[in-house]
């Protein structure tokens, strides 16, 4: 399936201007309609506390409420003017818990892009993509914080490791690797990563199928360990996207010892395609 439907969410930030940024660029490569998606977080007051507010005050608060969302959307629309984009733009403003409003949003689009938001470890974020990639059912592109956003080299990188979340990302990202003229297959070479090397020479066979220029790249992990292996290599290469898998392991063990999907988008310099 053709990419023809892209979101992005949006919330006004300079983080979510690179991703919206990044997501002009595929729309216009891909002749795909952009949709803007605001997920806000509803006032909440303790109960005793509303019970003796007035109505004009309540009022007052749900003026300010959709005044605060016309903004969103007016920022949003501006700076597509700004960056000259003239395909089809739609906009969507939810009130909810912003992962859960846009774990559904994200579930009738193609893709969803969003920035990083915010700092890393920071438990206050609103939104989470290391939890709403299990919760979407689709393919996110992350966009690192302060991304300088440039023009397609059309060279992408696989992370590969032979398991069920890295053919999911291979397959969703697919429709993004048949259009790149180069191709890595990056493989961690290490005692945790055998698997990755046995098997990253079928994957690639499955590629060339596609018509995709793809190779093997073996990289050792390193002190670094398997993030550390992926994120240097993206440093060095500056592909213009990273595709992998999310938690090949369980989410519970790395949210507890550390894991790759974590610490990449922790650290990640380059847009990350993930799935699970």
Request: aromatic letters at 6%; hydrophobic letters at 45%; proline letters at 5%.
């Amino acid at each position: 399936m053709a990419i023809k439907d892209l979101a992005v969410a949006y919330n006004g930030s300079a983080n979510a201007d690179a991703a919206l940024q990044y997501a002009v660029q595929m729309c216009g490569k891909y002749g795909a309609d952009l949709t803007g998606v605001w997920a806000k977080s509803p006032v909440r007051f303790e109960g005793k506390v509303e019970r003796w507010m007035s109505k004009s005050v309540l009022q007052s608060i749900a003026d300010a409420e959709a005044e605060a969302g016309r903004a969103v959307e007016a920022a949003f629309r501006e700076r597509l003017q700004a960056l000259g984009f003239a395909g089809p733009v739609h906009w969507v403003g939810e009130e909810g818990q912003p992962n859960a409003v846009l774990a559904r949003r994200a579930r009738f689009h193609d893709i969803l892009l969003l920035g990083q938001f915010s700092a890393p470890g920071d438990a206050r974020r609103p939104v989470r993509a290391e939890d709403l990639v299990l919760r979407a059912g689709r393919p996110l592109i992350v966009v690192p914080n302060n991304y300088p956003v440039r023009p397609f080299k059309e060279h992408a990188v696989v992370a590969w490791d032979g398991s069920r979340p890295a053919a999911r990302a291979l397959s969703d990202g697919m429709q993004i690797l048949e259009t790149k003229r180069r191709l890595d297959v990056l493989t961690i070479v290490g005692d945790e990563a055998k698997r990755s090397a046995s098997t990253a020479p079928d994957a690639v066979a499955h590629l060339k199928r596609h018509g995709i220029d793809a190779r093997v790249v073996e990289v050792p992990a390193g002190r670094g360990g398997v993030a550390g292996a992926i994120l240097g290599y993206c440093k060095e290469h500056d592909p213009d996207v990273l595709i992998m898998g999310a938690y090949g392991h369980a989410k519970l063990r790395e949210d507890l010892f550390g894991g790759t999907t974590r610490v990449i988008l922790e650290n990640m310099a380059s847009p990350v395609l993930m799935a699970h």
